[in-house]
Structures are given as structure tokens and as C-alpha cells.
């Protein structure tokens, strides 16, 4: 009789370019891809060992000579708001929450065009048109959802004044990419549709809300450590961010592991049964 044992993800990793968060560093990142009837336990086993989904692919930091991007999660049943967090709560409860299936809007993509111009005009996505914009939304594997917050104008009509695409894991929501109107800039939107995230999860029983990476010495993920009950991935475990002014900007310029090294320590679902290979 003959045996074939599943077939396991094939592990790449990409070219070199500018790190987006850190000046005169190269970032590359390790991934797969994200299809077929496994893709929902592969998602979550590896979201777990901080990788992240964009559209089918996981992927996660493998920079050669850094390690200063670590993947961050909210404990949903140990946070505590800050004082400035509930003022942002109630200075929102105007809004008006919607959670629907992955699917593109016209009124979703102006949105996203003027967040853009108004906030990374020089960024990765700042030429995205409308059908790459729908491909994000809706080319998903998984259970994902776009979450939307609705206000209403002068004409008492409700209009979008933010989006977040939502990742459902078997233990938490992943905040893929969250927008919304620059015009209410002063309202703290960006921290707002992450509390509103910690109270979906806690309803629904989710233990984890999952942030993406923190990057300790970047001005653009501080925001991430102002949260409570913050965990971080290192050193392949997850740990409690006490303090973030405790971590040593000399220690992330460290190189990291080889990639070889990196794809073995990868746990996988029905792990004893797969084998796991990456190319150049």
C-alpha cells in the first residue's frame, strides 16, 4: 500500500527594497501562499507565529540584518482603556457599526483615495486603482468581513467615515487595513476602530485582537504601545509588552536567523506530518 504524506506550503522569500518604517535599513519578508481547502488552518497556525494575509499570501519580516518589526496582540479579556481611549470611545458613539461580507464599494475606494492623499500620498498604495482596491477587499481564503462606521450628514443621510477589513481567527480578529476620513482627524478614528475591534471580540468571545507589527523605534506604530495588555511575538513565544522605552534599538539591527533555520521553527498544521522546503 503506498502512503503520500499532505502537501506543505513552499516557503519564499522576496527581494530586498527600503524598509517603509526604518531610514537607511533593507527590508525582505518570508512567505507562502494562502489557498485551497486547508487555508483557514494554515492562516490561523501561522498568524499565531506572527505572520499576516495580504489577499492569498502569509507572510512575515525576515530582514537580514534587522528584527525590529514584531507582530502585536491585544489580550481582549485584560485591557483597560486609558483615560484618553474612553474619551475617544464617547467621542465617537455617534458612529454607527456594520460588518458585512468582503465585498468593494465605490463609496469604500473614494474613501480610500482621500485617506491616502491625505496621509501617505508617497506610500506603497498610493497608485492603487479601484479594481487592485477591490482585489484587496474581496480575494480572501478566509473569513474576513469590512467593517464599516457610518455617520450621518446634513442631509440626514448616512455616509462612510471609516473602514476596517477584518480577519476572523479561530482566536481573534486581525485588523488587515483599517481607513477613514482625514476630515475627522481630531477624533482619533485609527484608535477608535481598535477599541470598537476589542469590544466585537469580547461579544464575540475572542480571546486576541491582532494589530500587525510594532515597530519600537518608528513614530508611525507608537500608537500600537499605547494599548493595554499588549503582547508581542520574540523570540518565537508571545510576551508582555511592559515597556516599550525598555527595547534597544542597537539589539533590533542584530541579523536575524538564516532562512533555512527561520522555515524549520515553523510550526504547521498536522505539523509531525508535513515537510516544509523554501526557495531564493
Given at each position: 500500500?503506498r502512503?503520500?504524506?499532505?502537501?506543505?506550503?513552499q516557503?519564499?522569500?522576496?527581494a530586498?527594497?527600503?524598509c517603509?518604517?526604518?531610514?537607511?535599513?533593507?527590508?525582505?519578508?518570508?512567505f507562502?501562499?494562502?489557498?485551497?481547502?486547508?487555508?483557514?488552518?494554515l492562516?490561523?497556525?501561522l498568524?499565531?507565529?506572527?505572520?499576516r494575509?495580504?489577499?492569498?499570501?502569509?507572510?512575515?519580516?525576515?530582514?537580514?540584518?534587522?528584527?525590529?518589526c514584531?507582530s502585536?496582540?491585544?489580550?481582549?479579556?485584560?485591557?483597560?482603556?486609558?483615560?484618553?481611549q474612553?474619551?475617544?470611545?464617547?467621542?465617537?458613539?455617534?458612529?454607527?457599526?456594520?460588518?458585512?461580507?468582503?465585498?468593494?464599494?465605490?463609496?469604500?475606494?473614494?474613501?480610500?483615495?482621500?485617506?491616502l492623499?491625505?496621509?501617505?500620498?508617497?506610500?506603497?498604495?498610493?497608485?492603487?486603482?479601484?479594481?487592485?482596491?477591490?482585489?484587496?477587499?474581496?480575494?480572501?481564503?478566509?473569513k474576513?468581513r469590512?467593517?464599516e462606521?457610518?455617520?450621518?450628514?446634513?442631509?440626514?443621510?448616512?455616509?462612510?467615515?471609516?473602514?476596517?477589513?477584518?480577519?476572523?481567527?479561530?482566536?481573534?480578529?486581525?485588523?488587515?487595513?483599517?481607513?477613514?476620513d482625514?476630515?475627522?482627524m481630531?477624533?482619533?478614528?485609527?484608535?477608535?476602530?481598535?477599541l470598537?475591534?476589542?469590544?466585537?471580540?469580547?461579544?464575540?468571545g475572542l480571546?486576541?485582537?491582532?494589530?500587525?507589527?510594532?515597530?519600537?523605534?518608528?513614530?508611525?506604530?507608537?500608537?500600537?504601545?499605547?494599548?493595554?495588555?499588549?503582547?508581542?511575538y520574540?523570540?518565537?513565544?508571545?510576551?508582555?509588552l511592559d515597556n516599550p522605552?525598555?527595547?534597544?534599538?542597537?539589539?533590533?539591527?542584530?541579523?536575524?536567523?538564516?532562512?533555512?533555520?527561520?522555515?524549520?521553527?515553523?510550526?504547521?498544521?498536522?505539523?509531525?506530518?508535513?515537510?516544509?522546503?523554501?526557495?531564493?
Amino acid at each position: 500500500m503506498r502512503h503520500s504524506l499532505p502537501i506543505a506550503p513552499q516557503f519564499y522569500v522576496t527581494a530586498q527594497q527600503p524598509c517603509p518604517y526604518l531610514d537607511g535599513r533593507e527590508e525582505r519578508k518570508l512567505f507562502t501562499a494562502l489557498n485551497g481547502e486547508d487555508a483557514e488552518d494554515l492562516n490561523n497556525t501561522l498568524s499565531k507565529q506572527g505572520f499576516r494575509r495580504s489577499q492569498n499570501v502569509l507572510y512575515r519580516p525576515s530582514c537580514p540584518n534587522c528584527t525590529a518589526c514584531y507582530s502585536a496582540r491585544i489580550r481582549v479579556a485584560d485591557f483597560i482603556p486609558s483615560k484618553s481611549q474612553k474619551r475617544c470611545l464617547r467621542k465617537n458613539s455617534f458612529l454607527t457599526r456594520s460588518a458585512t461580507s468582503p465585498w468593494a464599494s465605490e463609496e469604500q475606494y473614494d474613501l480610500f483615495r482621500t485617506y491616502l492623499a491625505s496621509r501617505h500620498a508617497d506610500g506603497g498604495m498610493a497608485d492603487m486603482d479601484i479594481f487592485e482596491f477591490a482585489a484587496m477587499v474581496e480575494e480572501t481564503p478566509i473569513k474576513s468581513r469590512i467593517v464599516e462606521y457610518t455617520r450621518m450628514n446634513t442631509y440626514e443621510k448616512p455616509e462612510l467615515a471609516a473602514v476596517c477589513l477584518t480577519d476572523v481567527f479561530d482566536d481573534g480578529l486581525s485588523m488587515v487595513y483599517s481607513f477613514f476620513d482625514p476630515d475627522l482627524m481630531k477624533n482619533s478614528l485609527g484608535t477608535y476602530i481598535i477599541l470598537d475591534h476589542i469590544a466585537i471580540a469580547r461579544d464575540a468571545g475572542l480571546p486576541y485582537v491582532y494589530l500587525g507589527y510594532w515597530v519600537p523605534t518608528s513614530p508611525k506604530m507608537a500608537y500600537k504601545a499605547k494599548f493595554s495588555a499588549l503582547e508581542i511575538y520574540q523570540d518565537g513565544d508571545w510576551r508582555t509588552l511592559d515597556n516599550p522605552d525598555n527595547f534597544d534599538p542597537q539589539k533590533d539591527s542584530m541579523p536575524s536567523d538564516p532562512i533555512a533555520e527561520q522555515v524549520a521553527k515553523i510550526s504547521l498544521p498536522n505539523t509531525p506530518i508535513h515537510r516544509r522546503s523554501f526557495d531564493l
